[in-house]
């Protein structure tokens, strides 16, 4: 397996372009979720999604979008990128939603900078 | 969410035992104690989790306080690989919701 994946590593925008992380698995996990993390800071949750077809917000949303059409895939779009969004995103899966033995496993994370 | 409350660094000599305590004295009866870890330039890796009673698997242990106010996550011979950032978090049961803090930067010392 190759677990979770990300592209791409690394990114850099310029103020108000658009663009899309991408996000997959291959363990059949049906909880995925995106996280940002800024310096010296933990993680923040952006957005998670349960199950194909299902989405929602987690602690920081705003100015990131994501849909959830298939099982393996969870791209995280940016709509108009602004420095404040200069950050390591990471996504992360696991088996289920609430799964009292669920362990997240994480991606290797994109590196993003805004100009 | 609870919050939890860990110190900022630690140091250990390698192959010497490591205890990484954490405080989380506003948890609920129904929160499982989750430790990840995060090595550089890394997303978090899962490390241990427990609810009542400690745990031990093949790379750490934890030991969680009586009334579940701290927990303790011990790791038996530290590795220059184990350096690292150390997260606790209190997971409600039924939610897959991780709040992060800051963590503990584990420094080993060769």
């Known amino acids: 397996n190759a677990g979770v994946t990300q592209t791409p590593k690394f990114q850099v925008l310029k103020t108000g372009q658009s663009m899309t992380l991408q996000c997959a698995q291959d363990?059949?996990?049906?909880?995925m979720s995106w996280y940002r993390q800024d310096p010296g800071m933990g993680l923040r949750l952006i957005h998670y999604?349960?199950?194909?077809?299902?989405?929602d917000q987690g602690e920081v949303p705003n100015g990131y979008n994501v849909s959830r059409s298939t099982t393996e895939d969870f791209p995280l779009r940016l709509l108009s990128a602004a420095p404040s969004q200069t950050s390591v995103y990471f996504c992360?899966?696991?088996?289920?939603?609430?799964?009292?033995?669920?362990?997240?496993?994480f991606g290797p994370g994109t590196r993003l900078t805004v100009l | 969410d609870a919050k939890t409350t860990q110190p900022n660094s630690m140091e250990s000599n390698e192959e010497e035992p490591v205890h990484l305590p954490c405080n989380h004295s506003?948890?609920?009866?129904?929160?499982?104690i989750h430790w990840y870890r995060q090595l550089p330039s890394q997303g978090p890796e899962y490390v241990i989790h427990?609810?009542?009673s400690n745990v031990n698997n093949r790379m750490a242990s934890l030991a969680i306080a009586e009334d579940r106010k701290s927990s303790t996550l011990i790791l038996h011979r530290a590795t220059l690989r184990d350096a690292a950032v150390y997260y606790c978090?209190?997971?409600?049961?039924?939610?897959?919701?991780?709040?992060f803090g800051k963590g503990t930067k584990l420094t080993v010392n060769p």
């Open positions: 992360a899966s696991s088996y289920d939603y609430g799964g009292a033995f669920n362990e997240q496993f």
């Open positions: 506003t948890i609920s009866g129904t929160d499982y």
């Open positions: 978090i209190p997971r409600q049961g039924g939610s897959e919701k991780l709040v």
């Open positions: 363990m059949n996990h049906e909880y």
């Open positions: 999604s349960v199950g194909a077809g299902i989405t």
């Open positions: 427990g609810l009542t």
